[in-house]
């Protein structure tokens, strides 16, 4: 039981020692890569093995801790006179997914959505039915769809 209190303690202190810093390393390494590719990284740098309930608890404190981030970024975004708005497809759990983004020259908004179309311009999570100023897009039809809404085409 020593032997393996002990390596528990080294293990816990190989993931502290760095803090948040380390802890946005493990969430970096798990969204870019497989769970099992990760954790064999963090194994090898580490010499032990995280759960996914670890980086369950890592993802929620780092959601929390980047609120106010995100919510700088949409009203920046908002108050902006110009943004361009895009989306593009991706694969979530294997299906089509589209990852949407709002973005000026200095601020990014992205939101992944199950749809393309007006269901997705006009959802909550979208900046676009709220947004005054001038929208750049590429002329998809949705986009026409939005009200109170300069258009300006790319």
Same mark, same amino acid.
């Given at each position: 039981m020593r032997i393996f209190s002990h390596a528990v303690s080294v293990c816990y202190r190989a993931f502290t020692r760095l803090g948040n810093t380390n802890r946005r390393l493990q969430l970096m390494l798990f969204y870019f890569h497989s769970f099992e590719k990760a954790n064999q990284l963090?194994? !090898?740098?580490?010499?032990?093995? =995280? @759960?996914?309930?670890? $980086?369950?608890?890592? @993802? %929620?404190?780092?959601? +929390? !801790?980047? %609120?106010?981030? +995100? &919510?700088?970024? =949409?009203? &920046? $975004?908002?108050?902006? !006179?110009?943004? @361009?708005? !895009? &989306?593009?497809?991706?694969? =979530? +759990?294997?299906?089509? *997914?589209?990852? *949407?983004v709002a973005c000026t020259s200095l601020f990014c908004y992205f939101y992944v959505h199950a749809?393309?179309? @007006? &269901? %997705? $311009?006009?959802?909550? =999570?979208?900046?676009?039915?709220?947004?005054?100023g001038w929208a750049v897009h590429d002329c998809w039809a949705s986009y026409f769809n939005i009200e109170k809404t300069k258009i300006d085409c790319f």
């Open positions: 963090l194994g !090898d740098l580490y010499d032990c093995r =995280v @759960n996914v309930g670890t $980086i369950a608890t890592f @993802n %929620a404190n780092l959601y +929390e !801790d980047l %609120a106010p981030v +995100e &919510e700088t970024t =949409v009203s &920046e $975004i908002l108050k902006s !006179d110009r943004a @361009n708005f !895009d &989306e593009t497809g991706m694969r =979530v +759990e294997r299906k089509l *997914h589209w990852f *949407h749809k393309r179309g @007006n &269901e %997705a $311009i006009q959802d909550t =999570v979208s900046l676009l039915p709220r947004f005054l």
